[in-house]
């Protein structure tokens, strides 16, 4: 019976892992196409030059555009990947039961405990390109039962930024069309692709994490 009790428990937590990482991998797959479709707009803010070899820039107007886009994913709700409470109700025989769970599974405190634990040891390396917000493992005690954790996973911003800064060093103060050589346009694009490529490192690193927390759970 306590095997069964051991073994319930984790698979609730792995159950939970897993779930968490596939509405995670959904939600970082719609902001990198969000960042991703705007950043291979960039042929749209670009018009010929008199001069060989130069080209002009709409340098506000694609500066007004990322900044848009940054200051979205900068605040709530836009910027949050996933967002998740894990909280337990405390019946009068002493069992606790997860809060939103209709299976009407019982814990004793321990077993809650190393529940609400593991969940949030689940996100204790953060996934490239993310940042989270939580508490600590020290701080979940057995009055964090009640009270509830959240987890709060967001992108992170540093790489799109990456791009505006490139683009706003071009030239201050900036200009609606900016005349630059081919050659400093290549840095600009040179930025776009580093930026693509390290959203794309976050979705890669998602993906796995939610294959490997899906072959945990089968083999369970």
Partial sequence: MIFNDIQQTIRDGNKSY??????????????????SGLLSEVSNY???????????LKQQK??????????????????????????FIQHADGDYQKVGDDSDVRYTEAQA????????????QKVTGTL???????????NSLTQGITI??????????????V????QQPTKDNLEISQARFNLINTAIDTTK????AMLDEMSQRYNAANANFVKI
């Fill in 167 to 170: 683009v706003k060093n071009l």
């Fill in 132 to 142: 989270i917000e939580a508490p600590n493992l020290d701080q979940i005690n057995a």
């Fill in 18 to 35: 897993l779930h968490s990482y596939r509405d995670v991998f959904k939600n970082s797959m719609e902001k990198f196409q969000k960042i």
């Fill in 152 to 165: 709060k996973i967001k992108i992170d911003i540093k790489p799109l930024e990456r791009v505006i800064k």
């Fill in 197 to 200: 490529k390290d959203y794309q």
């Fill in 46 to 56: 670009v018009n010929e030059s008199s001069k060989d070899n130069f080209i002009t």
């Fill in 62 to 87: 694609i500066l007004d555009d990322f900044q848009q886009l940054k200051t979205k994913l900068s605040q709530e709700p836009e910027g949050i990947i996933y967002q998740q409470e894990i909280k």
């Fill in 113 to 124: 405990l190393a529940l609400m634990q593991s969940y949030r040891q689940s996100f204790e």
